[in-house]
């Protein structure tokens, strides 16, 4: 994996290069981890608020990110152009969170999940500006993965009010906010940048933004977090946003971003395949089927343009 990181960071291409074995397998990587992480939270909210945990997680991951930025001899203090697109890639990844985690009040978690998945179909919209062509098998992979996503997940038939159709549109606003923060990494002095800065900058932005949430929302901590708790906190701050996100950073930097995205299509799968292992949550024969569409769409989306023609 430490080969493929740092072949993706010699130097960004304009439109990417079609994902390799290595990167391929950093991807599930990350798509584990991110579906893990969903249990993480579950875990935690008991304790901990969701927007002061999401605080705290983009407190303790640019901790992270400094550290290891300077471990590899990073400065992600020096002028070079990118502290506009910067600021605006934090606002972005700060809203983002404020939008999702209030969603989540007042809509469920599995229509909030079909939701945002709408992510990787808004990256392959602005990829043409990126000059990355998607044909028509690759657009079918999309739809076929994002099929699986909602077979795993189930779509509810539960009674919709006016609260969860608003709760609807905060979720699918954030998975516009997702794709619109990689869609500006891409287009901006951003990909030029080393991917601690990147990340860094997002996760400085993002603090007061998700802080002034916490605030606005009345959230408090009215007793020290239990172990559980902390340990979930700590393996949201240290591993996702510190060490994930700047692992999919530096990937973003050389390989096309819509197949990137794509590939999130795997992280709900793997989030249900926890919530049946670690929560007991019920897991019905629907998720084979799921998985088999979602495979079958990252293969049709990750085949070269020459084949797919």
Known sequence: MSHELRKAGTGPSPAGRPLTIGAIAVMLLLCLSWGLNQVAIKLALPDIPP????????????????????????????????????????????????????????????????????????????SFRLGERLGPSQWGGLALSFAGVVLAIGVPQAEVNATTLAGDVL???????????????????????????????????????????????????????????????????????GLTFLF??????????????????????????AGYFVLHDPLTLAFGGAAVLVIAGLFLVNRPQAQAA
């Open 51 to 126: 927007l002061t945990m999401a605080t705290i997680r983009s407190a303790g991951g640019l901790m992270v990110v400094l550290l290891v930025a300077r471990l590899r001899g990073v400065d992600v203090f020096r002028r070079d152009g990118t502290l506009t697109a910067g600021i605006w890639a934090g606002v972005l990844f700060g809203l983002e969170f404020v939008v999702i985690y209030r969603g989540l009040v007042w809509t469920s978690a599995t229509r909030a999940v079909v939701f945002l998945y709408v992510a990787p179909f808004v990256v392959a919209l602005g």
């Open 171 to 241: 979720v699918l606003a954030g998975g516009v906010l997702w794709a619109a923060t990689t869609l500006v990494v891409k287009l901006t002095p951003l990909l030029r940048a080393p991917a601690e800065k990147t990340l860094a900058y997002q996760l400085a932005v993002s603090i007061p933004i998700l802080g002034a949430g916490a605030l606005l929302s009345g959230e408090q901590v009215p007793a020290v977090p239990g172990p559980l708790a902390l340990m979930s906190l700590a393996y949201q701050t240290i591993w996702v946003v």
């Open 248 to 273: 999919w950073f530096m990937l973003m930097r050389t390989y096309s971003a819509s197949k990137l995205s794509a590939f999130t299509f795997i992280t709900p799968l793997f989030g249900v395949a």
